[in-house]
Structures are given as C-alpha cells and as structure tokens.
C-alpha cells in the first residue's frame, strides 16, 4: 500500500500567492481592486473579510470593505451593487455569506455583474462553469482542483464523491470534477447507503458542516480525502472529516485547520486578479 499524505493547502496557498503578487508587480498600472460587503456583525464573517483584506493587501489589491447594517433593505444593498458595477476601479465584488432573513442571496447573486462576479455565483458563471465554457468559478472549488493537480493526484477516470450539495461548495465541485473527467457521485442527507458510496470513491470530498462525520469505514484504502468542513467543538477546530482515524489508511487527506480553508481565500485572490486581466485595463 501506498504511503498516505498529508496535503498542506497552507504552503500551496502560499506560493499561489507569491505567484500573483509576481504577476500584480509585472503587468504594473492600477492595481486590481475588490469589493467585500458584509451585511451585520456575524463575528465568524467578520474574521473571513479581515483575513481577505490583510491577504489583498499582501499581493497588491486594493480592497474596501462595505459594512451595511443587518436591518439594511435588500433594494439598498441592491443600490450598493449597482454602484460598485460602475465602479472603474473595481474589478471584483463579493457579499459575505450567511445574509439577514429579509435578503435574499440570489437576488443578490444575480445582481453582481457576472465580469466581477468573484464568487461565481451568477447564474451566467454556473451556467458557463456546466457547460465547459470559461469564467469566474467558486473559490473553494477551484483551490481543491488545483491542490489536487499540484499534488499529482490523477481525477481522469477516477471515481468522485462529493458529501453535499451546496452552492457554494457540492455543486460547482461536481462540475468542476466532471470537466476534469472524474466519474462524480452527489451525496447527501437522503442518500441511501452513504457509507457504501463513499468507500467505493478514488476521490472523496467532504463539504457537509458536521464535525469528524467521515469515519474511516468511510474511506476505500488510498483514497483521497479532501476536508471543507471546519467547525468549533469543544475539544478545538474540527473538519468533516475523523482526521486522527482516517488519516493512515487514506492516500492523501488535507488537514484542519491548514487545507481547504487557506485555499479558499488564494483562488478569491486568483478570480480578483482574472477579472481584473479581463476589464481591458490591463493591455
Ligand atoms: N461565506 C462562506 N463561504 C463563502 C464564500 O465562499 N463566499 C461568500 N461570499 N460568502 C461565504
């Protein structure tokens, strides 16, 4: 059997942004800009847009914050849209998820310009990402894909399974699997015989928000684990996935904290800089 591994996102994360910040510094002019609006004061939203703007900061975009009110009415957050639409110097924009009751978040998915979309969350960019064609693609995605070619990890023929069938996360890692020619299963809480299904995965990616829910019967020998999940319990952070008892008989796994997570904010950095090469500023 082969010697399991241990996928450092955290180091891969890095160089992706030392690639970047290369590739800012060369092409020169006005730097790329984002916009992050967060509506209300969730404390776990507050610590991502803090995180993404020191990160900004490091590889040479310029990032503002919009903070709105969580009582804020979803026509003005619409208003908020529209003008940073126009804005010359914006070429990505993002609004922080989980948002307020009253809003809704395709609305507002809907409403950034799909060329800014940074997210991918548009319909025009799902849209594109299912039928082969280019454009802004979900962050966390498009960071495991590019872990796992970094890694050598071979998706061609291989057999895919994703537990969760979010938006953000299960979704577009179908379709990004399926364009790298992956046979991709979507688990989910009605799924019959969900342990079965995971043990026959090459490939298993786990995005389903409960702590160590992957067990190691779970997991075929060698397979590789990819862990999206992250959540606080009381003995410490946690991912989807039982770490500690799948680790061994796995042929990679990505960690918690230090895999998935890092990712997620480099490829935002990366969907910036691709917006921003593609706004005509940039000859
Ligand atoms: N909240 C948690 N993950 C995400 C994400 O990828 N994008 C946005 N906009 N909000 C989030």
């Not at 450092?8 to 800012?24: M, Q, W």
């Not at 026509?75 to 009253?102: F, M, S, W, Y």
């Not at 020619?181 to 409960?210: K, M, P, Q, W, Y």
């Amino acid at each position: 059997m082969t010697e399991s591994s241990v996928l450092s996102g955290r180091a891969f994360a890095k160089e992706v942004r030392r690639n970047l910040a290369d590739e800012i510094a060369g092409i020169g002019g006005r730097p790329p800009g984002l916009a992050v609006i967060i509506v209300a004061d969730d404390p776990a939203s507050r610590v991502y847009v803090s995180m993404k703007e020191k990160a900004c900061g490091k590889v040479g975009i310029d990032s503002t914050v919009v903070r709105l009110e969580e009582t804020v009415s979803q026509a003005e957050l619409l208003r908020v849209i529209d003008r940073l639409n126009t804005d010359p110097l914006i070429d990505g924009i993002l609004c922080q998820l989980p948002l307020p009751g009253h809003i809704s978040a395709a609305i507002v998915a809907s409403a950034i310009l799909p060329e800014k979309d940074v997210d991918g969350f548009h319909p025009e960019n799902v849209g594109r990402l299912w039928r082969g064609e280019d454009g802004l693609f979900p962050c966390t995605p498009v960071g495991i894909i590019a872990l796992m070619k970094h890694s050598g990890i071979s998706m061609d023929g291989a057999d895919a399974v994703i537990v969760g069938r979010s938006n953000i996360v299960g979704k577009p890692m179908a379709a990004l699997l399926l364009r790298e020619n992956a046979t991709v299963s979507v688990a989910h809480s009605h799924t019959f015989d969900l342990e079965g299904l995971c043990r026959r995965a090459d490939i298993l990616i786990a995005a389903v928000g409960r702590p160590r829910f992957i067990k190691r019967e779970f997991v075929k020998p060698g397979a590789t684990v990819i862990d999206v999940g992250i959540s606080r319990t009381d003995d410490g952070l946690a991912g989807d996935v039982d770490f500690d008892n799948v680790a061994d008989i796995s042929g990679a796994i990505t960690p918690v904290p230090g895999g998935v997570g890092p990712l997620t904010i480099a490829f935002l950095l990366s969907n910036t800089v691709k917006a921003w090469k593609n706004s005509g500023v940039v000859s």
